[in-house]
Nanobody, 126 residues
Framework: QVQLVESGGGLVQPGGSLRLACVAS????????IGWYRQAPGRQCESVATIAVTGGGTAYEPSVKGRFSIARDVAKNTVYLEMNNLRPDDTAMYYC???????????????????WGRGTQVTVSS
């Protein structure tokens, strides 16, 4: 199993930036995706951004496109989520996961399932 640990969350003012990191221990299969999900209280667990382990192809949820950027550092076995121009509605717990297919909506945020991290809190508020 792959262990995933997120970091980099915090409190930031609207318009500010944060960079989240997801460090993976263990081998992620070459055909897999690595993704960032988020869940705010009372809302669904939704995919924010994904990146392919092989080739590095990316995809974004429409509300974050142009503001967020996902990237990987293969040597460090780390995936980053650069978040710019943050808005209050970006406030959520952010989770890292990996799998062969990652859906836009999941039931797995915060459940402690295999191949999911424990999350890092992002709060956007003045």
């Amino acid at each position: 199993q792959v262990q995933l640990v997120e970091s980099g969350g915090g409190l930031v003012q609207p318009g500010g930036s944060l960079r989240l990191a997801c460090v993976a221990s263990g081998i992620i299969p070459s055909g897999h995706l690595i993704g960032w999900y988020r869940q705010a209280p009372g809302r669904q667990c939704e995919s924010v951004a994904t990146i392919a382990v092989t080739g590095g192809g990316t995809a974004y949820e429409p509300s974050v496109k142009g503001r967020f950027s996902i990237a990987r550092d293969v040597a460090k076995n780390t995936v980053y989520l650069e978040m710019n121009n943050l808005r209050p509605d970006d406030t959520a717990m952010y989770y890292c996961t990996t799998g062969g297919a990652l859906l836009s909506i999941s039931e797995s945020c915060g459940k402690g399932y295999d191949n999911w991290g424990r999350g890092t809190q992002v709060t956007v508020s003045s």
